[in-house]
């Protein structure tokens, strides 16, 4: 390459780069927000999954029906966890494909535009 090249085509990588950092930076706190909604909907979930256990002396005593309904609902909930967990992990993946898509379309348009502009 010539002399009277290398500042345009830098100026393309640099604002290539540039935009490879907000890229990078926008697919880390996606992965973070996703780890923090996933520990939250396990949080809410584990005390449905544990199984009833002797009564502990709180100090209060509720005489609690023993047929309750909803034990039906509990032996489904890890399968339901599984299944959202799954899909908010299968859209992570998607949303860092399409970022990782657009950034490598962004650098090759910048480049071309840079190497086409240099020989006008």
């Known amino acids: ?13 640099d604002a290539v780069n540039a935009s490879r950092k907000w890229t990078l930076l926008g697919i880390a706190a996606m992965f ?8 939250m909907l396990f949080m809410m979930v584990i ?3 544990q199984a009833p256990g002797p009564p502990r002396d709180q100090g209060v005593t509720v005489d ?3 047929d309750i309904p909803n034990i039906a609902i509990n032996r489904l909930m890890p399968i ?9 992990q299968l859209f992570f993946v998607a949303c860092a494909t399409i970022a990782v898509m657009l950034h490598v379309s962004r650098m090759t348009r910048a480049v071309l535009r840079a190497i086409e502009s240099t020989r006008k």
Do not use: G, H, Y
Not at 1 to 13: C, I, K, Q, W
Not at 80 to 88: G, I, M, N, P, Q
């Open 47 to 49: 005390p449905s999954l």
């Open 80 to 88: 339901k966890v599984l299944w959202v967990s799954s899909a908010v």
């Open 64 to 66: 609690a029906p023993t």
């Open 1 to 13: 390459m010539s002399d009277n090249n290398e500042p345009t085509l830098r100026n393309a990588l």
């Open 32 to 39: 973070f927000s996703v780890a923090l909604l996933l520990f």
